[in-house]
């Protein structure tokens, strides 16, 4: 599975960007799929997910500010960020989760660039 991210960019605090994660197959043959950011000097965490399902888990920084959606018919997962602040500065990568019969396997996307200033 290849993973294209995008729709990063400069924004001010209270400000709005919706990212994309454009994926190579089909994700309804995925069994999640997820944000993670990564702000200078931190670990990579997880911001939000969708299951397969359709089922959405939200990081208690960003839960009520952020949205994950998907559309099957352009392969394609959401983040909607809204009233963003300084600390959601970070580089956002998508993150796709396949279970097989062999194991268990991650496919992560190239990054974008979130910046929120003050």
């Known amino acids: 599975v290849q993973l294209q991210a995008s729709g990063g960019g400069l924004v001010q605090a209270g400000g709005s960007l919706r990212l994309s994660c454009v994926a190579s197959?089909?994700?309804?043959?995925?069994?999640?799929m997820a944000w993670y950011r990564q702000a200078p000097g931190k670990q990579r965490v997880r911001a939000a997910l969708?299951?397969?399902?359709?089922?959405?888990t939200y990081a208690d920084s960003v839960k009520g500010r952020f949205t994950i959606s998907r559309d099957k018919d352009k392969n394609t997962v959401y983040l909607q960020m809204n009233s963003l602040k300084p600390e959601d500065t970070a580089v956002y990568y998508c993150?796709?989760?396949?279970?097989?019969?062999?194991?268990?396997?991650?496919?992560w996307g190239q990054g974008t660039q979130v910046t929120v200033s003050s």
């Open positions: 993150k796709a989760l396949v279970l097989a019969i062999g194991g268990a396997y991650e496919y």
């Open positions: 969708i299951t397969n399902s359709g089922s959405t």
């Open positions: 197959q089909s994700i309804s043959s995925i069994n999640d």
